[in-house]
């Protein structure tokens, strides 16, 4: 029966993708000698290990709506799930290289995108939960499947610029967020009322009228 050790090796994102891709490279060994393995349908559900690295000042203040105050995190600062990713591996014996690819989220109501940008500088640490199905051949025998064992894992610290470096190919200078509809058809009105170019210009011009009555009370 197999017996797999799963490390990524890397990271990269992946070019000309249709939406932001960053491929994980994954290096798969059996430790069963001259065991062919025919295929391998794995799945990886990938955390992010917050607990398992130093914050600065700045990036605090920007987890704090993730967390809450720095005080607190004791008590609240904790793993988050990412995302979960699948690859299919094909034939080999002893060991190969595969591509997990990872779809990335811009979207600031999910919790990995306001971790991802709070961060300013340093590496990631994930944690790559492994499952699937395994179909192999022993020596002299026939097809056999098995399950990849519950604790089969993995750990990577993902350099942060590798992340910046592909949402910044994506969306430049730009930031995703998602309105719910009755809102955005006010702020949309709101614009379109005033005469105002961009939707961008509309919230600025939104925010300055909130500031000056906040100043003149």
């Known amino acids: ?25 994954l290096r798969i060994e059996n430790a069963v000698p001259n065991e062919t393995i025919h295929t391998i349908a794995l799945r990886a559900q990938i955390h992010i290990e917050a607990t398992r690295r130093r914050y600065a000042d700045p990036e605090k203040d920007r987890l704090m709506d993730l967390f809450g105050e720095p005080e607190r995190w004791s008590r ?17 014996t002893g060991s190969s290289i595969a591509d997990l690819q990872v779809p990335c989220s811009f979207d600031f109501n999910i919790a990995a995108t306001k971790y991802f940008h709070a961060i300013g500088e340093g590496e990631i640490p994930l944690n790559l939960l492994f499952s699937g199905t395994i179909f192999y051949a022993p020596g002299g025998s026939g097809l056999q499947v098995t399950l990849i064992p519950w604790d089969k894992e993995a750990r990577f610290r993902l350099p ?58």
Do not use: C
């Open 1 to 25: 029966m197999p017996d797999l050790h799963i490390r990524v090796e890397g990271a990269e994102p992946v070019p000309f993708a249709a939406a932001p891709l960053l491929s994980l490279k």
């Open 160 to 217: 942060f610029q590798t992340w910046r470096a592909m949402m910044d190919d994506y969306y430049p200078n730009t930031a995703w967020v998602a309105l719910h509809r009755d809102l955005f058809d006010r702020v949309y009105e709101f614009k379109v009322r005033n005469g105002i170019p961009t939707l961008e210009a509309a919230l600025e011009r939104l925010l300055e009228a909130t500031a000056e009555r906040a100043t003149f009370g």
């Open 76 to 92: 609240t600062l904790r793993p988050l799930l990412w995302t979960h990713a699948s690859t299919v591996i094909t034939s080999f």
